[in-house]
């Protein structure tokens, strides 16, 4: 399978963007350059490069020996824990592909990404954040019965231990390394339609981003990440997050999660240089650092992306925690811009940066995709060395996400500024940003809609001070229904086995819905209403 026009191809070959190298090679180059330098710390645990490496080596082998080869999904769900590296490196070593699911995702989802990828094992911890996820694997697998095994990191319970990988693998022989141009992983999408969109992300393309991310931000081997957002997400993961830590030999420190009463702490003992975060987390650093007191003074850069910071904000981060800020605007489909070190603060405060390569194509269009003036505002759509052609099996869809040129619309409304720097100024794909958690109106209407009292739904975003966006589900009852209480339809798309985070935050019934020209729900309308 290619993933790009071999003629694209070939130019980000010779331009040096793809350079033929796998993902987990950086591992494997730091081990042997500086075995004894350390590459993650978890808690008390701190791992060596040269034990990731061995590790992940082990882990590649342990999944070969297991019957789980090359081109062979597996469904990725751990948390902030020094295994998800070893498992993530250990999967791409064997050419085996993660699908990289949230510790936040529930039955619904990773039924889902289960049975859609035809995966041959589910990776679990045993517990996080007070939940079970051996017990959430046990629905999975009842859902999807093909799902080869469950594999746990922590105490099993009556699934595969993480530890009968290892002994398959001890000694065994690694398999061989992938080719650059394969499918590394599948990242999730946003999404906007009623089920998420896996998204293949090639070692090339994946590893020019996380290269180049890691030069923009001046990373090298003094620099110490916090991860702080949970690692499968595509920040934390690449922008330039863990991977481009790495690669510049640094040290990733992980937070079992992203609290100010965790975090701090973790700056100051650990002596963290950097960290990402989304803009409610940041702000809530800020009001928390003067009394939690913590010494910040390693800090040196924080990158927040995921939703839009307000310049007001913007304003109060840098001074609040002592460091430089750097807005990131980035999508699991590809294109990532950042603001520079040297952009004057204005630019700083009031854009969300540029894009990473010079062949980053971008294009701001109107709704008939006619080139908007310069400085107009407009869909974005771009086009480039790391942005997908496609997402994986899902011709329909492809067609209405791509351009017939290959350009992905974003559904981000942008206008750009005579220094190539981006403004996010709206969105026009049906999604609610709940703080940098993305929610697709349709997989929670579609939910809803099965409810035996609703005739019909829609959910849209409602302004909130802390996360920016909140979701409102707006109901139509069915003629003689009784009116059930919003928790109860709260708790019914609980049932429905997806993630909290997608449980609409207020219900409101309704007896019609605003209408566009053309009699179609208008969610714009329906957004007023709700202010
Ligand atoms: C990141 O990736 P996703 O895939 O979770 O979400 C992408 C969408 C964008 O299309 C945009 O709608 C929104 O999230 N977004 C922002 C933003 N950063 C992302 N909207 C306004 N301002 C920003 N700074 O969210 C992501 C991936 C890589 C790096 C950073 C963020």
Redesign the pocket.
């Known amino acids: 399978m290619t993933y790009w026009p071999d003629e694209f191809a070939d130019r980000y070959r010779a331009a040096g963007y793809w350079t033929g190298e796998p993902l987990d090679a950086m591992v494997r180059r730091h081990a042997a350059a500086h075995p004894d330098r350390v590459a993650v710390t978890d808690g008390d645990r701190h791992w060596s490069y040269a034990e990731l490496d061995r590790r992940a080596d082990t882990l590649a082998a342990g999944l070969h020996a297991r019957g789980i080869r090359r081109g062979d999904r597996i469904v990725l769900q751990l948390p902030n824990t020094a295994e998800f590296f070893e498992v993530f490196f250990g999967a791409l070593r064997a050419g085996v592909v993660p699908v990289m699911a949230l510790p936040a995702h529930r039955r619904a989802e990773l039924s889902y990404f289960c049975g859609f990828a035809g995966a041959r094992a589910l990776f679990v911890p045993d517990r996080h954040a007070g939940f079970d996820h051996r017990a959430l694997a046990a629905e999975v697998l009842a859902e999807v019965p093909g799902l080869g095994e469950v594999v746990v990191v922590g105490d099993a319970g009556p699934w595969t231990p993480v530890d009968a990988l290892r002994a398959a693998g001890a000694g065994a022989p690694v398999p061989e390394p992938p080719a650059a141009s394969d499918l590394a992983f599948l ?1 999730l ?2 999404g906007s339609t009623g089920l998420p969109k896996l998204i293949p992300r090639t070692h090339d393309d994946y590893l020019y981003s996380v290269r180049e991310s890691a030069r923009i931000c001046g990373l090298g081997p003094d620099s110490v990440y916090l991860c702080a957002l949970p690692a499968a ?3 934390p993961l ?2 330039p997050g863990t991977l481009g830590t790495f690669w510049a030999g640094g040290r990733v420190v992980l937070a079992p999660d992203p609290s100010p009463g965790t975090a701090l702490p973790l700056i100051e003992r650990e002596r963290v240089t950097l960290t ?1 975060l989304v803009p409610p987390l940041a702000l809530a650093w800020a009001d928390a650092a003067p009394g939690l007191g913590a010494d910040l003074s390693s800090l040196r850069l924080l990158q ?6 307000s310049e007001e904000a913007a304003r109060r981060l840098g001074p609040a925690l002592g460091c430089r800020l750097q ?7 590809g294109l ?1 811009n950042y603001t520079r070190p040297d952009d004057p603060e204005p630019t700083v405060l009031t854009t ?2 540029r894009p990473i390569s010079p062949d980053d194509e971008v294009r701001i269009v109107d709704d008939e995709d006619l080139d908007v003036p310069d400085g107009g505002t407009g869909h974005l759509l771009t086009r480039g060395p790391y942005t997908i052609r496609g997402y994986w099996n899902a011709p329909e869809h492809n067609a209405r996400a791509f351009t017939a040129d290959g350009f992905y619309r ?3 409304i942008v206008r750009r500024t005579p220094t190539g720097h981006l403004v ?1 100024e709206g ?1 026009a ?1 049906d ?1 609610i ?1 709940r703080g ?1 958690e ?1 929610v697709a109106a349709e997989e929670v209407e579609n939910v809803l809609l099965a409810h035996p009292a609703v005739h019909d739904v829609a959910v849209v975003a409602t302004p909130d001070d802390y996360l920016g966006e909140r979701s409102c589900a707006y109901v139509i009852l069915r003629p003689g229904a009784e009116r059930p209480r919003p928790v109860q339809l709260k708790a019914f798309v609980r049932a429905a086995g997806l993630a909290d985070y997608k449980v609409p935050d207020r219900v409101e019934f309704v007896t019609a819905f605003p209408q566009t020209g053309i009699g179609k729900v208008s969610k714009k309308d329906l957004r007023a209403v709700a202010d």
Do not use: C, W
Request: aromatic residues 6%.
């Open positions: 990242q999408s946003g997400h595509n920040f690449s922008s990402g927040v992306g995921g939703a839009k910071l807005q990131v605007f980035g999508m699991a489909e990532v969300q940066g974003t559904g981000d996010v969105r794909k999604q940003n940098g993305k």
